[in-house]
DNA sequence: CTGAAAGCGCTTACAG
DNA sequence: CTGAAAGCGCTTACAG
């Protein structure tokens, strides 16, 4: 037996086989106006005896190819899933497929992944990419419809959607300051990779931590990772690890940690493990409430953006424009605290006070 | 300001730009044979300058649109990121790109995902479902280069990649054997979802699981999950908890838990710390172990198949297959065990017997 | 309601 | 080395 190549069917073969013009299969295909039931029973029996299915790329080069592309930074990062989940909920009785795009470790490099989805004549685009130049955006904005998550910076040719991301901030560090935290460091990415322009949502973080620490009297004291976080294999755990390895060695008091992201704050958590604190000598707050972070084993303090809520509120927007909306909308989605155990008042360090409640400044 | 439409260049602007012909534009993209060095030059030029990407679609069509697609059945499990990882850093510098399409909730109904996949034309697919019937597959793999992870059936249209999860089960059942389990359980999805040949990973770790029970005497008892398992909007962590915490219930003494994905380990683990046991108590192994299992928190053993290495492997069969390679390929990836804080001695339950050791059947 | 024809943006033989 | 022409499989006005 040798192996043949197989020829899948085209439009024009059903046409063949039902006995109609190609003109007829595609608007039975597209169920446009305009065909009689009889017509229309011919040409589905036809398509199912022959197996058929249209080629979206084929389809693209006319109309559109029912595809809608996700861009998403990070592979490692478990809150873009959420996203995913709610997107492909929206999307499930529609005639739409999801593609997903990962932008690549040297997503340095420039818009390369979301520009995969527009040389792939996506009927629209959502795209979870800070980096990339409001420029850029904007013009793509209006080749393509597009929704950007996390732009906080409004645009005239796209849609945003992100997270309050200064009320997040916010309620991390009072959650951290009303157990009676008084050191609070927030660990972020590397400096190069959080735009000094306050349009990221690391930005924003960041600048949602200093007002609040200023408000509260306290001074912004940062933990950061290298530049070569993004693209370690690991998804930059070990980095992290380290950078509050060190930062912890050379603490000596108690300390609440408001880290931008959960996989930061996971990091956060294997070096207190590792030196074998208590959550009441290090606290941590994380960021997107993963699924990981309510696992009774991590019980991971974080705030909740509701990732699923996003992905479904992402695709509504960019059917809407699909559909033919021009004006850009701006959504914002409030954020919630999530405390468990890994925030809790704090306690001396050192000469392990077992049970004598010891003197921490209350206020 | 009023928005505009923008159309992008198409390789007839740039040919007329460079003043050359469409086809010599299409070779200088395709680094085909039979360009002079000066109308390269010419034509590169022309392309910055105008900003030219070639439509993806329109390439397909013709030839290739070197897309590489990627079908991953859930979007919650952590082990296909790493899949996901090694392909990419494998593709870094080819031509070609990455697309995934992720299984919908509703993948009982048939081969969905790989479907938008091939109708997207790309130029070869990686897929990782177990549940599409191998007839299908077969016919997929005539008319597009295809690799399978994780179907241990071979075929003749197309190569298949999987780990040894013969080896895989045994080497779980024997490390909670060697610990001192007698006791032994195996914590699945259910039985619907598990086709009954053993074509598939977890009807494997299922056989491989009867197999090594038997021979150490032991008798096999599942835990499964129901079959809205997949279908959860969390990944069904819920589901697993339930059933593995009314497992937790009935039983007395110790019992070791084999989970057949690191996933169902997490539910056991929860299910576990809700009822406040001991790793002796009951000790977990789990299987991919993705990257929170060796999180100090969650300490979880469990057996890793290189999935960053499956990656790189699953792209390099498929570039040789669109390379024109046409007998079919089988590869298997050893297991190995890693052994952490979840998996641990027999210890009785009950009476909290503190520091006294209990006598529990040592052989 | 139905179909013939043009065209989307590329690549592929095929001449020159 | 270079280009004119055909064609991939669809959809879209436009006639009938």
Redesign the pocket.
Known sequence: MTIQAK?S????DVARHA?????????V??D?????D???ARVEASIAELD????AS??A????SYTLGFEIPSIHNHFFPKIITGAMTELAHSPYQLIIAPAGPDHDQGPQAIEVLADRQVDGIVAISSRVPQPWLEELGRATPLVMIGRHQPSVSYDTLCGDDLAGAALAVRHLYELGHRRIVHVTLAESRVDTSPDTPHGMRVLGYERVMTELGLSPEYVRTSPEHASAADGGQELVKQAVLEFLRTADGPVGIFAAHDELALGALEAIAELGLTPGQASVVGYDDTDIAAHPKMSMSSINQSGTQMGVIAVRLLLERIAGRTESVHEVVAPKLMARGSSAAPEPRAPRAADVPSAHPTE
């Not at 069917?9 to 024009?12: D, P, V, W």
């Not at 058929?52 to 080629?55: E, I, L, S």
């Open positions: 020829r069917a085209t439009i024009e006995g109609v013009s190609r003109a007829a299969v595609s608007k295909l597209r446009a106006y305009g065909v009689s009889a017509m229309r058929y299915r249209p080629k084929a389809r080069m006319r109309g559109s």
